[in-house]
């Protein structure tokens, strides 16, 4: 059998690029169409809502095995998401903007619980740097040592310069990135700093796919240096769905260095004896991170 990756997905037909670089539009074997299984999302939820279906039909970005003219199977994923569709991503390239919108640490956290969950990197970008004088941008850089201390890489880039888009090019090498982050943060201005010929390229692949012009409606990868980026719809609105309240502590990796003596505790506020809400309170954990986490607590356990 031939192998390929599916770069596209739209009306059922799929995308692959194959290995001799040729790519081939076809539809997956009947038996891919159709299976399906249901996965337990979330402990807290309700009964009705505690299952999600899940086709197990080929993903973009799947290594998929061609015969007959069919995607016959897929080989076995390092990861997946639901929201988008999409398989075997490296990284996702969360684009926030240093003001106008505002830089938001609630949403950051909030792509970044969502990310980690999926076992998947974060890679943090701060665009509009130009918008800040330098005492802001100090104080936006001393904060966000904190999430490099963390261990994610963090890049400060004016997209309309190239200031630090050199940098972002050899983070983006040889990996399946995938771009999301903050509503108005310049995404499609950062992407194009970055592959300059995106416009057409998405122009010609929607003209193949018979739009008059690119909406992100579906997921498309694209060829860059030895690797692909990620055109993504659906993942710029996250919740805390598919996360459980006891769970969520886990997802806020800073917390791991406080090691907490008490097996089920939430590092809630004033607990006495627990490390990490001692680490909160002598400044050892970012404030900001840790309100942050007292309020996705507090929105599991629905409260307002």
Do not use: W
Not at 157 to 181: A, D, F, P, R, Y
């Amino acid at each position: 059998m031939e192998k390929g990756r599916v770069i596209n997905l739209n009306g059922g037909v799929y995308k692959v690029l194959m290995e001799d670089g040729n790519i081939l539009s076809l539809k997956a074997r009947g038996k891919l169409r159709s299976e399906k299984t249901y996965q337990v999302n979330d402990k807290s939820l309700s009964k009705k809502k505690d299952v999600q279906v899940i086709k197990n039909s080929p993903k973009v970005g799947d290594i998929v095995l061609i015969d007959n003219d069919m995607i016959a199977s897929y080989l076995p994923r390092k990861n997946e998401m639901i929201r988008p569709d999409i398989s075997n991503v490296d990284q996702i390239l969360l684009v926030f903007a240093a003001k106008e919108p505002d830089f938001s640490f609630f949403l950051l956290d909030l792509f970044i619980v969502n990310i980690i969950n999926k076992k998947i990197k974060p890679l943090i970008v701060i665009s509009k740097i130009d918008k800040l004088n330098d005492e802001e941008l100090n104080n936006l850089k001393h904060d966000m040592d904190y999430y490099k201390k963390m261990g994610y890489d963090v890049l400060f880039v004016n997209s309309l310069n190239g200031e630090g888009i050199s940098e972002l090019k050899e983070e983006l090498k040889g990996k399946i990135t995938i771009l999301s982050g903050q509503t108005g943060a310049g995404k499609s201005t950062l992407i194009n700093a970055i592959l300059p010929e995106f416009n057409l390229r998405t122009q010609e692949i929607s003209k193949s796919l018979g739009r008059g012009k690119h909406t992100t409606r579906e997921t498309n990868l694209y060829m860059y240096e030895d690797g692909f980026i990620g055109d993504t719809p659906g993942f710029s609105k996250l919740d805390l769905s598919g996360i459980d309240k006891d769970d969520l502590k886990y997802l806020f990796e800073d917390f791991k260095e406080y090691k907490c003596f008490f097996k089920d505790c939430n590092h809630k506020e004033n607990i006495k004896g627990c490390n990490v809400c001692e680490a909160a309170k002598n400044g050892l954990i970012l404030n900001s991170r840790y309100q942050n986490y007292l309020k996705m607590y507090d929105l599991k356990e629905g409260k307002k």
